[in-house]
């Protein structure tokens, strides 16, 4: 009988410490399941804002201390403070959050929340204009503070991109090993096609240079997704580098870090 009142005692204090744990992961002003942060579609969302922002012109709403606005794979900048983020777990979509999210009272829905330290980030995609993309930016919604609207001055769709036609060609892997599959894709005046093994890869996108930048974007489950990688040449030979995994995870099923980066060799040819 004792023993049974031991193991009855056992199963209701883990049944209890169970129903105590926090729904958000880094406990971080609440918030959302934790399968919900760092979600893919929450991922794919945050690349479409990756670059810099500014506030538009003759604009007076406050502060302006939080601009240049700079987005990363690995990183948000507001003005010159820089908060290093995880998107396997700072990243929701906005109607996945059932944290606090106030402004002046009011809910806020925009596209993401970004957690940055003890605050919130939320973005909201407003109208492209002028091929120019904005958004609308709420920072530290907490404590009910900062609206700003944006325009995007580098990065994809920001106008600023270099002659796509530079790096056309036909860019070829072959020296696949392990769950890697081999590929091919074939820039054309900012347009790519891909063919290869790995499935579920999208057929074709689009891309801008900028310097030695190829930012590629396609569309996956209904979501337009971003990602920069580093062109370097040397004759037929080009090594495509990042430290995001998503063009190589995606293309060529390729995840093997080298020094913080990503990176795969391919055959060349105009």
Same mark, same amino acid.
């Not at 337009?224 to 995001?244: F, I, R």
């Given at each position: 009988m004792r023993k049974f009142l031991f193991i009855l005692g056992a199963l209701s204090l883990f049944a209890f410490m169970s129903c105590q744990q926090p729904t958000d992961s880094a406990d971080n002003n609440g918030g959302g399941e934790?399968?919900?942060?760092?979600?893919?579609?929450? !991922?794919?969302? *945050?690349?479409?804002?990756?670059?810099?922002?500014?506030?538009?012109?003759?604009?007076?709403?406050?502060?302006?201390?939080?601009?240049?606005?700079i987005l990363a794979s690995d990183s948000v900048t507001l003005g010159t403070i820089k908060y290093t983020i995880n998107q396997d777990t700072d990243l929701i979509k906005s109607e996945d959050y059932d944290g606090p999210s106030y402004y002046n009272g009011t809910d806020w829905y925009g596209d993401i929340y970004i957690k940055l330290s003890d605050r919130l980030l939320a973005i909201d995609r407003e109208s492209t204009w002028n091929g120019i993309e904005t958004c609308t930016l709420m920072w530290n919604l907490?404590? =009910?503070?900062?609206? =700003?609207?944006? *325009?995007?001055?580098?990065?994809?769709?920001?106008?600023s991109e270099d002659? @796509?036609?530079?790096? =056309?060609? @036909?860019?070829?892997? #072959?020296?696949?090993?392990?769950?890697?599959? #081999?590929?091919?894709?074939?820039?054309?005046?900012? =347009?790519?096609?891909?063919?290869?093994? !790995?499935?579920?890869?999208?057929?074709?996108? @689009?891309?801008?240079?900028?310097?030695?930048?190829?930012?590629?974007?396609?569309?996956?489950?209904?979501?337009?997704?971003? +990602? +920069?990688?580093?062109?370097? !040449?040397?004759?037929?030979?080009?090594?495509?580098?990042?430290?995001?995994?998503?063009f190589f995870s995606t293309f060529f099923g390729s995840t093997a870090q080298s020094g913080g980066k990503y990176s795969l060799t391919f055959n060349y040819t105009e």
């Open positions: 934790v399968s919900k942060w760092g979600s893919l579609e929450a !991922k794919a969302i *945050y690349n479409t804002f990756l670059g810099t922002w500014m506030l538009e012109d003759g604009q007076t709403l406050k502060p302006n201390g939080i601009v240049p606005v907490y404590e =009910n503070t900062n609206f =700003n609207f944006l *325009y995007k001055v580098s990065g994809s769709g920001s106008g002659d @796509t036609s530079s790096l =056309n060609g @036909t860019y070829t892997f #072959n020296s696949a090993t392990g769950s890697q599959s #081999n590929g091919t894709i074939t820039l054309s005046d900012g =347009n790519f096609t891909y063919s290869g093994g !790995k499935s579920q890869a999208p057929s074709s996108g @689009t891309y801008i240079v900028s310097g030695s930048d190829i930012t590629f974007s396609w569309t996956a489950s209904g979501y337009s997704v971003s +990602t +920069t990688v580093t062109v370097s !040449k040397d004759g037929s030979s080009v090594t495509l580098s990042s430290s995001e995994v998503l």
